[in-house]
T-cell receptor, first 114, second 112 residues
Framework: AQSVTQLGSHVSVSEGALVLLRCNYS??????LFWYVQYPNQGLQLLLK??????LVKGINGFEAEFKKSETSFHLTKPSAHMRDAAEYFC????????????FGQGTTLQVKP | DVKVTQSSRYLVKRTGEKVFLECVQD?????MFWYRQDPGLGLRLIYF???????EKGDIPEGYSVSREKKERFSLILESASTNQTSMYLC???????????FGQGTRLTVV
């Protein structure tokens, strides 16, 4: 069965520092992988997605993620954090079958300190 | 712009009440989903629908039912609300196949 593990429920960085949010997945079939962001009191917004094309995926707001099959990882990075990046981030993998269902990780709250 | 609209942002209901959460999408998506979000647990799938009048249980369907009479509308029903159903509920939609889902703003439900 597909599953997603996000390492670290809270990550704190200083403004201007590198952001690294970790995601490992388990999938019995080639996965589609996603990162979503949720700002306070809002729904989820897609940051980026991996759909078996390039392994380095660029998303919105300067974020990118690299698909590493050997490590079953899809970590999210941004070279320089902004205060506006403070939010909760979710990694997700497509479920089994062709249903469009997503399996989500537990979420990581990113705090950005001035 | 894709729009997924949930009828209420905040709801307060009493234990035992029947509760309806409504979701409408304007992109002619085949798939619609109801997720529940709780701290530390991420999003968990309650029910999904891949066509009008079609539905399948997700991971936590107990205490919930759904209705999809029209393609654009997907309703979540709490037959008899309980305090452990206090949560954030998120509706989403997508085209058939493994594409990204588009989410509504969420409904924060409190059952007292």
């Amino acid at each position: 069965a597909q599953s997603v593990t996000q390492l670290g429920s809270h990550v704190s960085v200083s403004e201007g520092a590198l952001v690294l949010l970790r995601c490992n997945y388990s999938s019995s079939v080639p996965p589609y992988l996603f990162w979503y962001v949720q700002y306070p009191n809002q729904g989820l917004q897609l940051l980026l997605k991996y759909t078996s094309a390039a392994t380095l995926v660029k998303g919105i707001n300067g974020f990118e993620a690299e698909f590493k099959k050997s490590e079953t990882s899809f970590h999210l990075t941004k070279p320089s954090a902004h205060m506006r990046d403070a939010a909760e981030y979710f990694c997700a993998v497509t479920g089994s079958g062709n249903t469009g269902k997503l399996i989500f990780g537990q979420g990581t709250t990113l705090q950005v300190k001035p | 712009d894709v729009k997924v609209t949930q009828s209420s942002r905040y709801l307060v209901k009493r234990t035992g009440e029947k509760v309806f959460l409504e979701c409408v999408q304007d992109m002619d998506h085949e798939n619609m989903f109801w997720y529940r979000q709780d701290p530390g647990l991420g999003l968990r799938l309650i029910y999904f629908s891949y066509d009008v009048k079609m539905k399948e249980k997700g991971d936590i369907p107990e205490g919930y039912s759904v209705s999809r009479e029209k393609k654009e509308r997907f309703s979540l029903i709490l037959e008899s609300a309980s305090t452990n159903q206090t949560s954030m509920y998120l509706c989403a939609s997508s085209f058939q196949g493994t594409t990204e889902a588009f989410f509504g703003q969420g409904t924060r439900l409190t059952v007292v």
